[in-house]
């Protein structure tokens, strides 16, 4: 028998699911000899634990699982993994996939596991808790679990800030990544950007605006104080109005549906703030926004091929 020692700096509520209730364990496991050690560390055969259907993680490297492997073969499996009594002698996984997959490639026919009485809710919440606290999540990783913690556990921003020991602030942070589009997201996941230079851009509302500061700060290689400096730059610089003879003929945009569509993908394409005058006679003038020389080179290539 194994002592169940809780580790150190996990989150209040982690540590709150994982508490030794025995008597919803007895309640939810039976009466068995095995059932009745629910709280304690057991050791239980790999054959008789199926894997999480909750289990956050879709991918595992190989080369680490091997490596793993080779440290099971020698020093065994040093942090239990948790589970849960289905039926019968049959266990479901909770939290310690990774580790369950490598026992198996060191030819292990047991593992020290922590036997819990857990709902499905709790059992994921439990996996995606144990999952944010790997040390190997890029920031879109983390912000992706944050979001399926408040949807699948019905947890508002202050309850997971709550149940991670964290600032309200920390989570909504991690949270607005997914506003970002795709382009950048990609890139926040491959660590193109640091999550720095995510949350400067986030302060741009305009998407083309957005992606263009995007495309300047990876091709030129800024840090997150060159982005956050090239973000003011962009929001604090505005588009020259129109005379006061043009306003009179402008055919008002916002009600201009087909406008606004032409406006917008014209804008897609040059990355940039693109504005579009028309008069009630049908003539008009196309505004192209850069910010700067490079920016402006790189629009004229565009506009010359």
């Known amino acids: 028998m194994i002592d169940n020692k809780k580790k150190g700096g996990l989150g209040r509520g982690l540590s709150a699911l994982l508490t030794d209730d025995k008597a919803s364990a007895d309640k939810e496991i039976g009466k068995s000899s095995i059932a009745n050690q629910a709280g304690v560390v057991l050791y239980v055969p790999l054959a008789n634990i199926e894997v999480n259907p909750f289990q956050p993680r879709s991918t595992f490297e190989e080369e680490s699982l091997q490596e793993l492997a080779e440290s099971i073969k020698i020093h065994g499996v040093i942090q239990p993994i948790t589970v849960r009594k289905i039926e019968g002698n049959k266990y479901q996984l909770i939290a310690g996939e990774r580790r369950l997959r490598a026992s198996k490639i060191a030819g292990k026919a047991e593992i020290p596991a922590y036997v819990r009485a857990a709902s499905d809710q709790e059992s994921i919440e439990i996996a995606l808790i144990e999952n944010i606290q790997r040390e190997d999540l890029n920031p879109l990783e983390?912000?992706?679990n944050y979001k399926r913690l408040m949807d699948e556990c019905d947890l508002t921003q202050d309850k997971l800030a709550e149940r991670l020991s964290k600032n309200r602030s920390t989570v909504t942070n991690f949270i607005r990544l997914l506003k970002l589009p795709p382009d950048i997201q990609a890139?926040?996941?491959d660590n193109r950007i640091s999550m720095g230079h995510a949350k400067a851009l986030l302060a741009i509302d305009h998407l083309p605006t957005l992606l263009s500061a995007f495309k300047e700060t990876v091709a030129k290689g800024l840090s997150?104080?060159?982005?956050?400096?090239?973000?003011?730059?962009v929001n604090d610089s505005t588009v020259k109005p129109p005379s006061a003879e043009k306003v009179a003929n402008i055919r008002a945009s916002e009600n201009d549906?087909?406008?606004?569509?032409?406006?917008?993908?014209?804008?897609?394409?040059?990355?940039?703030?693109v504005s579009i005058i028309r008069t009630k006679e049908g003539k008009g003038e196309i505004a192209i926004k850069f910010y700067n020389d490079t920016d402006l080179e790189r629009l004229v290539e565009l506009l010359t091929d």
């Open 142 to 144: 983390i912000a992706i």
């Open 187 to 189: 890139a926040l996941r």
């Open 224 to 233: 997150v104080r060159q982005t956050e400096e090239l973000v003011r730059s």
């Open 257 to 273: 549906i087909f406008l606004r569509k032409i406006q917008d993908k014209i804008s897609s394409t040059l990355g940039t703030r």
